[in-house]
């Protein structure tokens, strides 16, 4: 059964500038956190001794590898030794003072002049020395230095000229004229051939080079031990391995999750003693799958299979074996697997295996989708395994109820751990594990701090205990109090407060709103008691009411479920009852209630007009969008049935604030003071015995008899 939320966070009204509609709902075990149950291994205050040389199959540190034997110094890159620069300066001056050199012949610029009349001229003239024709084309020299154009004083005086012949030129009359006044002629036939230097580099030079550059490649790639370098890399394994010698974290690291660990005890035991199963013809599971809601403990429960086992451990993410070429996450699975295989015993953790193993049914687009043939080559290596093979497959997801059927038929992921949240004694081991190496206050009490924390894992505890250690720090404590702890809680569950000025309208609004949540939870039977009340702003929240229930909840009451929607409904009602106005401060309360509510009606079969039936879809399965189960008539029932539990709980709550009207005053005007009260201090505000529980609700206790001295 889903687990409705418990605590109740909303806003009282707009925020000073009229922008901050609704409030933000948080659930008081629910937080941030990464996939830990445990510290992480530097945390230890001791770590077991290395194993001897040689133990677990592993190469030793002092072992020769494969890119040659320990203490020779690897080749430096060519680029890195300093003579290599001074010779590629050097080279660069040479070419240079070539290119100079070849440049100083045509030290003086050479002009274009026009044939007639201004060449003509000079030949007659005779200032001409020389010509050399090249078809039409004619490049001389004068006697003398010339500037042309001549009236104009920036151009350069030269003795180099061309110019071009007119076609329709009478070539007879131009070479009488130079006959006569001696110029030397040169001619160069317009068909001269490319030098055969030119045409050897044009013809064997890109040749050379393309065979140049497959030499570099594969001399690289023998550098770094085999393969295509960067080409081979596409289809080898991207997992990382860690040697069975620096994998510290063992079953003493994870803490709460007791039977997860039960049930990974045979696995450890086979890599320890695989002998001792395959003489009796016993299988060790071949694959185990870890699921569980983020932040649990499967990446470091996998770990410390591992660190028991002393085996080596290879890690990688599902989604690192796919690529936009088909056919390389499939190369990467058999590389992996090949691995695995010779570092035996070993042990492969698949994250996040959803994002490859999600069901295939429509999910893909046909035979040659990269996805499916990364699963079908998974399916195929883990089917490939012999009885002696001390391989273990881990995998690890949020969402086991998408994965393909394959995976998890017997000889696959035929064992499959449920990694639960912890109960609250087992988040006082996750905080004990925590908070070594974190010097406590006499005053902190972990196991209060446990019984404050329902619905947190591991991940979330961590970073409580971060919180808290951060909190101590920037307040200089040399020890982290009790009063660093419940700082940091709120800031966890809550969020931090917000630096806005409320006008003192909006904080009596919200004061009132916050009051209406509060107090409905006070009276109301069933409802988890109030925790804190504050309208401070956090978050995306002007206020927040924190509510959270005594013990760990598994399942819920009809009468319970009524509840959390009236506690959501006093801080609209509130504002009903005493502005007569409504605003959009309670937008995430009006969509917390409708939640319950459709999921009462629809999927958890507590409407008696509906009856028992699941009449909502429920998760994601992997299939594509379908056309809904339930005909428009019962559409329109279950809309019914659902407007008709929010009626029914806002006129109640109604009815109830009405009457309790001077306990909302006096908790309201409390609020506005203190800004933010304990659970103490609400109750005693509101003038309820917190230790009573709730009357009934048809049983007409007035509110003197409930309520006591303020």
């Known amino acids: 059964m889903d687990d409705p939320q418990s605590a109740l966070e909303s806003s009282g009204a707009n925020g000073a500038n009229g922008a901050d509609p609704g409030s933000a709902r948080q659930d008081s075990a629910t937080g941030p956190g990464a996939d830990a149950a445990g510290p992480p291994a530097e945390n230890r205050s001791s770590l077991p001794p290395p194993p001897p040389p040689g133990a677990g199959g592993a190469r030793q540190p002092g072992q020769p590898g494969r890119t040659g034997q320990p203490g020779q110094p690897a080749p430096r890159p060519i680029h890195r030794v300093p003579w290599f620069w001074l010779i590629a300066l050097i080279l660069l001056l040479v070419n240079w003072a070539a290119f100079a050199m070849s440049n100083s012949s045509h030290s003086q610029p050479r002009v274009t002049v026009p044939f007639s009349p201004y060449f003509i001229s000079q030949v007659d003239g005779g200032k001409v020395q020389s010509i050399s024709s090249t078809g039409d084309t004619i490049q001389g020299t004068f006697k003398s230095k010339v500037r042309y154009p001549a009236n104009d004083k920036k151009a350069t005086p030269t003795t180099l000229f061309s110019t071009q012949v007119p076609s329709f030129w009478n070539d007879n009359q131009l070479t009488q004229l130079l006959q ?15 030098p055969i230097w030119e045409e050897l580099f044009l013809g064997f030079g890109p040749t050379v080079l393309l065979v140049l550059l497959f030499v570099l490649i594969a001399v690289r790639a023998q550098r770094s031990g085999g393969g295509l370098s960067a080409l081979g890399n596409f289809g080898r394994s991207q997992a990382r391995l860690v040697d069975p010698e620096k994998i510290t974290v063992t079953f003493a690291d994870v803490a709460g999750i007791d039977e997860a660990k039960g049930e990974l005890t045979e696995i450890v035991d086979f890599l320890k003693h695989p002998e001792r199963y395959t003489k009796l013809g016993a299988r060790i599971p071949r694959g185990v799958l870890l699921y569980g809601p983020p932040g649990t403990g499967k990446t470091l429960l996998a770990r410390a299979v591992a660190g028991e086992a002393s085996a080596a451990y290879f890690s990688i993410s599902a989604s690192e074996f796919i690529e936009g070429i088909v056919g390389v996450g499939a190369a990467r699975v058999r590389d992996l697997f090949t691995k695995a295989k010779a570092a035996a015993p070993a042990i492969i953790f698949i994250d996040e295996l959803d994002a490859i193993g999600r069901s295939r049914r429509g999910a893909f687009s046909g035979a040659d989708d990269e996805r499916e ?27 086991p109820e998408i994965l393909d059927a394959a995976l998890l038929r017997p000889g696959r992921f035929d064992r499959r751990v449920a990694v639960s949240p912890p109960d609250r004694a087992g988040r006082e081991k996750i905080l004990a594990v925590h908070v070594r190496g974190v010097p406590l206050a006499p005053d902190v009490d972990l196991g209060s701090i446990a019984t404050l924390t329902p619905g947190m894992v591991g991940a979330d505890l961590a970073n409580l205990v971060n919180e808290a250690a951060l909190l101590a720090a920037r307040r200089e404590h040399t020890q982290v109090s009790a009063k660093d702890f419940s700082d940091a809680l709120d800031k966890v569950i809550l969020g931090a407060p917000r630096g806005i000025l409320l006008s003192p309208a909006d904080r009596m609004r919200t004061a009132y709103h916050e009051s209406g949540h509060a107090l409905v939870g006070m009276l109301t039977p069933g409802a988890d008691p109030v925790r804190q009340v504050t309208i401070i702003p956090r978050g995306m929240a002007l206020g927040v009411t924190l509510s959270a229930p005594e013990s760990d909840r598994v399942s819920y009451t009809s009468e319970e479920l009524e509840s959390q ?9 509130a504002e009903e009852v005493v502005y007569e106005k409504v605003t959009t401060g309670a937008e995430s309360d009006i969509e917390h209630l409708t939640g319950i509510a459709r999921q009462m009606v629809g999927r958890w079969g507590m409407s008696q ?102």
């Open 609 to 710: 007009k509906l009856g028992p039936v699941t009449l909502l879809p429920g998760d994601d399965d992997g299939a594509p969008p379908s056309q809904p189960e339930t005909s428009q008539q019962t559409q329109w029932l279950i809309d019914q049935e659902v407007q008709r539990l929010v009626e029914e709980a806002h006129a109640d709550v109604t009815t109830l604030l009405t009457t309790h009207r001077a306990q909302l005053e006096s908790l309201a005007a409390a609020l506005v003071k203190a800004e933010t009260l304990d659970a103490v201090s609400a109750y005693a505000a509101a003038g309820v015995d917190r230790t009573q529980p709730p009357p009934p609700d048809d049983a007409g206790v007035t509110p003197e008899a409930v309520a006591t001295p303020a």
């Open 373 to 399: 043939q990364t699963l079908d080559q998974i399916l195929t290596e883990m089917d490939g395994f012999d009885s002696s093979d001390a391989v273990i497959v881990l995998g690890a997801t949020n969402r």
């Open 565 to 573: 929607i009236k506690v959501a409904l006093g801080g609209r009602v």
């Open 180 to 194: 006569s006044k001696g110029v030397e002629v040169n001619a160069q036939s317009t068909s001269s051939s490319t």
